[in-house]
């Protein structure tokens, strides 16, 4: 049973600091696959997966229940939420200067991949702010990122693609 005293925006509180595994300065919150948490007889987290292959899900989830267990609750179900899909738009502002500052240039806002693959968006190095990048490959060290680099400063980055 949950305590009465439990609200949700504690428990909102709690599941901010949790991280995503595959870019550990980002949280679940920055990334904006947390939708909501609900209080019943059980906390249940809604999370909406960044696309369905995405093999960071499960580990995500386990990390929600692992972080409430830790504020002692022990009765956490998750609701994958599918609809509407998670998009990089989602990305909150912090979000996205946490991934500058860590040498990811940050997802072009309201973009597809289309726009990118027919080069009509200009990249700017997260480094020095150049826009004068070439894309190295379209697959980085993870599925959700392409290499680049900086023809400016030569300095090789990721870009978190667009969904």
């Known amino acids: 049973m949950v305590a009465i005293s439990l609200s949700r925006e504690q428990v909102l509180e709690w599941l901010s600091e949790v991280a995503d595994p595959e870019i550990p ?10 939708r909501d948490v609900k209080i019943a007889d059980e906390v249940i987290v809604e999370l909406t997966p960044t696309y ?13 229940v692992d972080a409430l267990f830790r504020q ?3 009765n956490v179900r998750i609701e994958r939420v599918l609809s509407p899909p998670w998009t990089t738009d989602w990305i909150s ?3 996205r200067d946490k991934l500058r500052a860590y040498g990811i ?3 072009a806002e309201g973009g597809s991949k289309r726009e990118l693959l027919h ?7 997260p480094r020095c702010e150049s826009t004068d990048t070439v894309v190295v490959s379209e697959f ?24």
């Open 105 to 107: 240039a940050p997802p």
């Open 140 to 163: 980085g060290s993870t599925a959700c990122k392409a290499s680049y680099k900086c023809k400016a400063c030569l300095e090789p980055f990721e870009y978190f693609k667009c969904i």
């Open 25 to 34: 300065v980002l949280t679940i919150a920055d990334l904006g696959i947390l």
């Open 72 to 74: 002692g609750i022990e």
């Open 52 to 64: 369905s292959g995405c093999p960071a899900t499960e580990v995500i989830e386990q990390s929600v």
């Open 93 to 95: 502002r912090e979000g």
């Open 119 to 125: 080069g009509t968006r200009t990249i700017a190095c």
